[in-house]
């Protein structure tokens, strides 16, 4: 199965700071990496598709890049609503696996 | 708006058979890949496999031969059913809505599932 790392694990920011999220798979996943949002009691939320394409409806602050093996997703001007855990995941090769999550907390 | 609602018990005995329904209402059941997930209580995730309207399924080989998925396609809805099911298998279930473009982009509710006698 393709080990999907991300770093790092918890992160503290302030409104209005730029947060960046990795996510490195173990080989070559080409773009198929998905990037989530969940916030506590709540199924995932899909923000970011396809590596760097932006699901309907997610603002703008929040994109996303990378292809190959190591991917980046990028929280803008960071606000108090975003306060949640983000998930990577690899959509390329069966069986698809997952990050362990980031946890992002505003300071 | 498509949405998809869960059904099923949130109690299984050991050695049971976890069953688990999704009705996917306010659109077409057609053309996507209907995919199951699960979240333990550590806050991993794991992708359980998913059917095509088709009938086609693909299966994570982590949960070898107990996993069933069906569909039909009359009542718009897809079921996981997971033999034999172990305390390693609490956890909270969700049914997905995949878009073949790696675009996860509808979520269920979710159901916890505990496995308990």
């Known amino acids: 199965d393709i080990q999907m790392t991300q770093s790092p694990s918890s992160v503290s920011a302030s409104v209005g700071d730029t947060v960046t999220i990795t996510c490195r798979a173990s080989?070559?996943?080409?773009?198929?990496l998905v990037w989530y949002q969940q916030k506590p009691g709540k199924a995932p939320k899909l923000l970011i598709y396809?590596?760097?394409n932006l699901q309907s409806g997610v603002p703008s602050r929040f994109s996303g890049s990378g292809s190959g093996t190591d991917f980046t997703l990028t929280i803008d001007s960071v606000q108090p609503e975003d306060i949640a855990t983000y998930f990577c995941?690899?959509?390329?090769?069966?069986?698809?696996?997952f990050g362990q999550g980031t946890k992002l907390q505003i300071k | 708006q498509l949405q998809l609602q869960q059904s099923g018990p949130g109690l299984v005995k050991p050695s049971e058979t976890l069953s688990l329904t999704c009705t996917v209402s306010g659109g077409s059941i057609t053309g996507s890949y209907w995919t199951w997930m699960r979240q333990f209580s550590g806050k991993g995730l794991e992708w359980i496999g998913y059917i095509y309207h088709s009938g086609s399924t693909t299966y994570n080989p982590s949960l070898g031969s107990r996993v069933t998925l069906s569909i039909d396609l009359s009542k718009s809805q897809f079921s996981l059913k997971l033999r034999s099911v172990t305390a390693a298998d609490t956890a909270v279930y969700y049914c997905?809505?995949?878009?073949?473009?790696?675009?996860?982009?509808?979520w269920g509710q979710g159901t916890l599932v505990t496995v308990s006698s």
């Open positions: 396809a590596a760097s």
């Open positions: 995941q690899q959509a390329s090769t069966f069986p698809y696996t």
């Open positions: 080989q070559d996943i080409r773009n198929w």
């Open positions: 997905v809505r995949h878009r073949g473009d790696s675009r996860f982009d509808l």
